[in-house]
Antibody, heavy 118, light 108 residues
């Protein structure tokens, strides 16, 4: 059974950097892409991007200039950094496993609310 | 980006009803169309992938169909635990993954 557990800072000030990490329990970390999705009341679910532990990444072009993802096979963790946050980045952020065969996110973390306020 | 539009936005139904949710793509997409169910305060849960394949453990009352730009999720006989919000999601290589805006299924 695959489980994803995520954590990171929940309150940021404008212009700060969002940093979230997700730990994967079970399954094969090195065999999949691992992604980040965020959810806001206004824009709904938005794909941020994904990373393979080999280092290959795919980012949403709308966020690409501010996003960096990394992965660590020694700890089965992957991380998201989003720079220069604004109020528009306030959202629940989810980590998830990308199942390329089906073109879906089949396992999800519990979600983390990130608020941006001065 | 490929825009995904769901209808209706809200659907009122009763236990035992058969309901259908539609997802339309702004351009023709492959069969990589998925459906998720989200309960309040929880992460989305995968129900269907590749248009019509049922994820392991998902009840058979859920089914999916469609092609090109129009796809549907059908629940054959609503159960109390099915009242939730449903999202479609498309995957097209070399294009951003996008989701529909959601359909809230509420108890009539």
């Amino acid at each position: 059974q695959v489980q994803l557990q995520q954590w990171g800072a929940g309150l940021l000030r404008p212009s700060e950097t969002l940093s979230l990490t997700c730990t994967v329990f079970g399954g094969s970390f090195s065999s999949y892409y691992w992604g980040w999705i965020r959810q806001t009341p206004g824009k709904g679910l938005e794909w941020i991007g994904e990373i393979h532990p080999s280092g290959s990444t795919n980012y949403n072009p709308s966020l690409k200039s501010r996003v960096t993802m990394s992965a660590d096979t020694s700890t089965n963790q992957f991380s998201l950094r989003l720079t220069s946050v604004t109020a528009a980045d306030r959202a629940v952020y989810y980590c998830a496993r990308w199942q390329h065969f089906g073109g879906v996110f089949d396992y999800w973390g519990q979600g983390a609310l990130v608020t941006v306020s001065s | 980006d490929i825009q995904m539009t769901q209808s209706p936005s809200t659907l009122s139904a009763s236990v035992g009803d058969r309901v259908t949710i539609t997802c339309r793509a702004s351009q023709s997409i492959s069969s990589y169309l998925a459906w998720y169910q989200q309960q309040p305060g929880k992460a989305p849960k995968l129900l269907i992938y590749k248009t019509s394949s049922l994820e392991s453990g998902v009840p058979s009352r859920f089914s999916g169909s469609g092609s090109a730009t129009e796809f549907t999720l059908t629940i054959s006989s609503l159960q109390p635990e099915d009242f939730a919000t449903y999202y479609c999601q498309q995957y097209t290589p070399y294009s951003p993954i996008t989701f529909g805006q959601g359909t809230r299924l509420e108890i009539k």
